[in-house]
């Protein structure tokens, strides 16, 4: 390929790699990573079995833990438990902080 002006190598020890979108985050461990140059432009190939996770918007974080008075990080938890729907986690939240009292 060399001949052809195409250059191809393989990125030794990579741990991980993200990418992320916005509504998922795909996670590759330990991916083979390889990279081809040809006419000036560079391509990354990445293979491996992703795992693939939802992304939660800041806002919505912030938007839940400001109205059920709780940490952005109990927010997040309560978020991810009900699949994103900010009103049903502030309506657990909300329901949990009355019990608790």
């Given amino acids: ?13 990579v741990e991980d790699v993200i990418i992320k979108t916005s509504t998922k985050e795909y996670r590759f461990d330990q991916p083979s990573v390889t990279t081809m140059s040809a006419q000036g432009q560079r391509t990354y190939f990445v293979s491996g079995e992703p795992k693939i996770t939802e992304r939660i918007p800041a806002e919505d ?3 839940v833990a400001s109205q059920a008075n709780v940490t952005e990080e109990r927010a997040r938890e309560a978020l991810e438990a009900c ?3 900010p009103a049903e986690a502030i309506l657990n939240l909300i329901g949990k902080n009355e019990k608790g009292h």
């Fill in 61 to 63: 974080i912030a938007l």
């Fill in 83 to 85: 699949g994103g729907n």
């Fill in 1 to 13: 390929m060399a001949r052809l002006g195409i250059n191809v190598e393989e990125i030794d020890s």
